[in-house]
């Protein structure tokens, strides 16, 4: 990419999304295409069409995703295997059909089976089952990237695809009914200091162990792979560090300043119980995460308390 090539970053107020903006324009990438949801409807494919064809971006970052924590994944299944399977089969189409250069495609560790061989290596797909609860979205996410590599096998088509742990940061989504883990806990924690509450309730048992890596080593891992990565196998992408549940939840108390009690509804689900994924390939790009994760959770909780009081 040449500091003046057009880029399109698709979901670019979105976490992932914005992280990357504003990381190309760090770069001095100035020729940035995006466009908001009320702009560009991503599930409309006469839209997607016509956009490209006005805009003709050179390079795409395909960010945009309907994305939620657990509880949203388990209610509202049909919304998230539709939006995301029509959001990402639209623009991957139309990137193709218009020349775009290549295309970087972004997928989940969800895809991965409910209990997989840990570290968590690529060749584990479709090894096993799914996690039931956020099944319609990994399905989903396992469509677009076979989408990316056979596009890549019958077009030659640059697609890449790459496979995200649990991110976190800047601009996450807060909103109680959709979060994920981090921001979900921030809130809860957050809410209970300021309403002086004795205790916060948590869902399962704090026992699943997950890997989480700050947004910011996740576009710089993303921008790494679109200059030096083509290959039709999509790439892990993680920390290659696990930390359970109840852990992570003492330091986000910790963070935000709460001098009360966690207590676990073991009646809730608990997920995975544990996701650790191989990131070796990504490694081997020269690419190494740069935040650690309490360093992460107080910019986070930084801009939480700027952006939400």
Not at 32 to 44: P, R
Not at 110 to 120: G, L, S, V
Not at 206 to 230: I, K, Q, W
Request: hydrophobic share 35%; with cysteine; proline share 5%.
């Amino acid at each position: 990419m040449d500091s003046d090539s057009k880029i399109y970053v698709s979901g670019h107020r979105g976490l992932v999304g914005s992280a990357i903006v504003e990381n190309l324009k760090t770069k001095g990438y100035s020729n940035i295409i995006t466009a908001s949801k009320s702009e560009l409807d991503l599930t409309n494919q006469l839209q997607v069409e016509e956009f490209f064809q006005q805009y003709t971006p050179e390079y795409v970052f395909l960010a945009a995703a309907k994305v939620g924590g657990i509880v949203a994944n388990r209610d509202y299944p049909g919304d998230f295997i539709r939006d995301n399977l029509l959001i990402q089969t639209n623009v991957i189409d139309a990137a193709y059909r218009s020349g775009v250069k290549k295309l970087l495609f972004l997928g989940s560790s969800c895809i991965y089976p409910k209990f997989p061989k840990i570290p968590i290596t690529e060749d584990q797909l479709l090894s096993g089952y799914l996690e039931p609860t956020n099944d319609a979205y990994a399905i989903a996410k396992i469509a677009g990237l076979r989408m990316c590599k056979a596009y890549q096998q019958q077009y030659g088509f640059n697609a890449i695809s790459l496979m995200p742990t649990n991110l976190y940061g800047p601009r996450d989504n807060f909103n109680p009914e959709t979060s994920h883990v981090i921001p979900s806990i921030m809130l809860k924690v957050h809410n209970a200091k300021h309403n002086n509450d004795p205790y916060i309730e948590c869902w399962g048992d704090g026992s699943p162990l997950r890997e989480f890596l700050h947004v910011d080593d996740f576009s710089e891992a993303c921008y790494t792979c679109m200059l030096d990565y083509n290959d039709e196998q999509f790439i892990n992408i993680g920390s290659s560090t696990d930390i359970s549940i109840k852990d992570l939840t003492e330091i986000i108390v910790k963070t935000v300043g709460y001098t009360g009690e966690v207590r676990w509804d073991t009646t809730k689900p608990n997920g995975t119980p544990r996701k650790l994924m191989d990131s070796s390939k990504i490694s081997s790009l020269g690419w190494s995460p740069k935040i650690n994760l309490e360093d992460g959770l107080e910019k986070t909780y930084k801009w939480f308390k700027e952006n939400y009081q």
